[in-house]
């Protein structure tokens, strides 16, 4: 998984969308 904040994370669909630190 990338580095990064988690901004959102759904575990039934098991995706989710991070915001990386590098912009």
Do not use: E, P, S, Y
């Amino acid at each position: 998984m990338a580095k990064g904040t988690v901004k959102f994370f759904n575990t039934q669909k098991g995706f989710g969308f991070i915001q990386q630190d590098g912009g």
